[in-house]
């Protein structure tokens, strides 16, 4: 592999093209991220280059990822900065100047859902994001590896069962704001007690309760899929839970494509992947689930016109009803887009 060709870049990404699928289909892309850091930059520029390249992406919702807090004042109040700054670039992202891609219209935001003052920083974000605040993930992610993991989460021990957290969520439920979360697929019977305690509040299952396939993961696939399967049709039984079908290409996930010396096309994803999709469609239903990005992190192993070829392959098999749901519909009334 030459250093043009590290996997992630665009070098890398470039070997492998593909015409884009049912180019004129509505999609709204309802989980990405933006930073700026030593090693990556993903900001305006790099999303519009990525949902302008052929699908028809016309709105994405931004997810925390815990860039651009403010550096001083009350912690509990930091995180604020990142709306903030997002808000300036979803107002860029309105201006036909800046090129072709998609519009973001819509944040979710970072919050302690245990600290007391938790209106005063959901009060902050609705200020700062001048209509586009639409809830927060305090992400529950919390494995004893760490040091086998790209992306280590960093959740206290417990976190879904703690009573101030749980009322935190409960609050986003009152003030009509939802709840996503990221975690384990370990974790996911937590998670399952945690929607069956805050019934009236809407959460949103991240990257499908992330199955890990490295580390002390490696080598386990089928078994850790076999109990993901029970976990999940478990979680669908929450009517206040939808799902998000994707950020399976996570280095974390184990499929090896960020180590390669190409990265893979549509067919070699939808059949290392369809299964965990078409049992989430089933068990929860086309009208409780959104495909989704998770780009730039799913950019270590795939390009996003390649991702969007292989999720619209997989959605072949549903009706148009269900296609439209999944693509656009469950995305824009869940996120009030």
């Known amino acids: 592999m030459t250093e043009e060709l590290v996997p992630g870049t665009d070098a890398w990404l470039d070997q492998v093209t593909e015409p884009i699928i049912d180019p004129s289909r509505q999609i709204i892309d309802p989980h990405h991220h933006l930073w700026k850091w030593s090693t990556s930059t993903y900001l305006l520029e790099q999303l519009r280059a990525d949902t302008g390249s052929g699908h028809n992406v016309q709105k994405t919702v931004f997810v925390e990822c815990g860039a651009y807090y403010h550096r001083s004042g009350p912690k509990h109040l930091r995180p604020v900065g990142e709306s903030v700054f997002v808000e300036e670039i979803a107002r860029a992202s309105r201006d036909a100047e800046n090129g072709a891609g998609a519009e973001v219209a819509g944040i979710v935001a970072r919050?302690?859902?245990?600290?007391?003052?938790?209106?005063?920083?959901?009060?902050?974000?609705?200020?700062?994001?001048?209509?586009?605040?639409?809830?927060?993930?305090?992400?529950?992610?919390?494995?004893?590896?760490?040091?086998?993991?790209?992306?280590?989460?960093?959740?206290?021990?417990?976190?879904?069962?703690?009573?101030?957290?749980?009322?935190?969520v409960a609050r986003l439920g009152e003030r009509g704001l939802t709840y996503d979360t990221w975690h384990y697929h370990h974790q996911n019977s937590s998670f399952r007690d945690l929607a069956a305690a805050v019934p009236e509040t809407t959460m949103v299952l991240d990257h499908f309760g992330t199955p890990l396939g490295v580390g002390p993961y490696a080598g386990q696939r089928e078994e850790i899929y076999a109990q993901w399967q029970t976990d999940i049709a478990a979680i669908a039984e929450c009517p206040n839970v939808v799902a998000k079908l994707g950020g399976l290409a996570m280095p974390d996930n184990g499929f090896g494509w960020d180590q390669r010396a190409t990265p893979p096309t549509s067919e070699e994803f939808v059949e290392a992947q369809a299964r965990y999709y078409n049992h989430t469609i089933e068990c929860f239903g086309a009208n409780r689930c959104m495909f989704e990005s998770n780009f730039p992190v799913d950019r270590w192993s795939l390009s996003y016109p390649v991702l969007w070829n292989g999720l619209k392959k997989i959605a072949a098999r549903y009706s148009e009803e269900e296609q439209h749901a999944m693509f656009w519909g469950t995305a824009n009334r869940v996120y009030r887009l």
């Open 111 to 168: 919050a302690d859902l245990t600290h007391p003052d938790l209106d005063e920083v959901l009060d902050a974000h609705l200020a700062a994001g001048q209509g586009l605040f639409r809830g927060i993930r305090h992400a529950g992610a919390l494995d004893p590896h760490p040091e086998a993991l790209r992306i280590p989460g960093s959740a206290p021990e417990g976190l879904y069962g703690d009573d101030a957290f749980r009322r935190g």
